[in-house]
């Protein structure tokens, strides 16, 4: 058995001695493979830390974007909200102007009534405003004349 194992161990080392150029040629092989890996590996982190860089300024330039349409959208928001409250107070005053116009007509329609019997007649078609002032200077008068008639 050790014979045995002894004619083994000759026959592998001379095999080993014979396909010793295998074994170099698989080794250099390995090496070329290793040395590709390698320079690949290079390759990916430079191109890696390009993307990180460009997506970097991408994201930054986002980031302005957004931040530049935030403040437009305040600035739209408060001049809406300044329009909105600029309208609610037109809104009220036209109210107003309302009432007095009722106020204006009512008072028109009592001059006019008490004036008639001293001879006033009402414009026609005239803003009431100027029927106002109208109504204030014939009352004037009128007063003037029950004066002096007394």
Do not use: W
């Amino acid at each position: 058995m050790s014979r045995l194992l002894t004619v083994f161990m000759l026959v592998c080392l001379g095999g080993m001695h014979l396909f010793g150029g295998v074994n170099a040629d698989l080794e250099e092989a390995y090496k070329k493979e290793y040395a590709f890996l390698v320079a690949q590996k290079k390759a990916l982190e430079t191109r890696l830390a390009e993307v990180k860089k460009e997506s970097k300024g991408k994201i930054d330039e986002a980031e302005r974007t957004i931040a530049n349409l935030q403040e437009k959208f305040i600035a739209k928001t408060t001049l809406s909200e300044r329009k909105a409250q600029s309208l609610t107070d037109a809104e009220r005053d036209m109210e107003g102007v309302k009432d007095n116009s009722g106020l204006t007509e009512a008072t028109l329609m009592q001059a006019e009534a008490t004036l008639e019997k001293y001879g006033y007649k009402a414009a026609a078609k005239v803003k009431p405003y100027v029927q106002l002032e109208s109504v204030y200077v014939y009352a004037a008068q009128t007063l003037g004349t029950l004066d002096k008639v007394r």
